[in-house]
């Protein structure tokens, strides 16, 4: 596995896993604890999650606190458009954000740590994105930013998408901004 592209300032990284391609298929690792060491990322993960979506669907922004929540994204079954943003109160990239296309075929990952928002589209008829979390979800600490915040600015490849009621009415990174749990997110 090796770092294929990084962002603002190295805190994001593409992750590429080396492929062994036979008659049968292929074989990769897609998680090995020296390896993620070596290249600078955590390497203790604490719950694992899955996620199938239809086209069209977006979740997200999503984000931790409590504790303190990084993520290792990647594309299981089909394709999807994985994001980060910043929202570390006092960062030079606050409110930017990084969206890469990752699939079953190019079976990139992104990382994404602590501090920073994360969401993903589906482009395909169908996906699922499997990532690996630094700590167990605590549902008083987590929340989330709107999706189409205009302050963000994130262009989706998608045009009417299809979104859970908490994501539809999900708060800006300015309201975000005026909560007293946003002081845990200091640059």
Not at 11 to 19: A, G, H
Not at 22 to 40: C, H, I, K, P, V
Request: charged share 20%; hydrophobic share 40%.
């Amino acid at each position: 596995m090796k770092i294929k592209e990084t962002f603002f300032d190295g805190e994001v990284k593409l992750l590429e896993p080396t492929i062994f391609p036979d008659s049968r298929g292929f074989f990769m690792e897609a998680y090995r604890e020296d390896t993620l060491a070596n290249l600078g990322l955590p390497s203790v993960y604490r719950q694992d999650n899955l996620s199938g979506s239809v086209k069209n669907v977006i979740r997200g922004l999503h984000f931790q606190w409590s504790p303190a929540m990084s993520k290792l994204m990647r594309v299981n079954v089909g394709t999807a458009f994985l994001v980060a943003v910043d929202i570390r109160i006092g960062s030079p990239t606050f409110g930017k954000w990084v969206g890469v296309e990752a699939s079953a075929d190019n079976k990139l990952q992104l990382f994404a740590p602590a501090y920073f928002a994360r969401g993903f589209c589906i482009l395909s008829e169908y996906a699922e994105i499997y990532y690996k979390c630094t700590a167990i979800y605590n549902q008083p600490c987590e929340s989330g930013i709107l999706f189409s915040d205009p302050d963000i600015g994130i262009d989706w490849p998608v045009k009417n998408p299809i979104l859970s009621d908490k994501d539809a009415k999900a708060q800006t990174l300015q309201e975000w901004v005026n909560k007293p749990e946003s002081k845990n997110f200091l640059y």
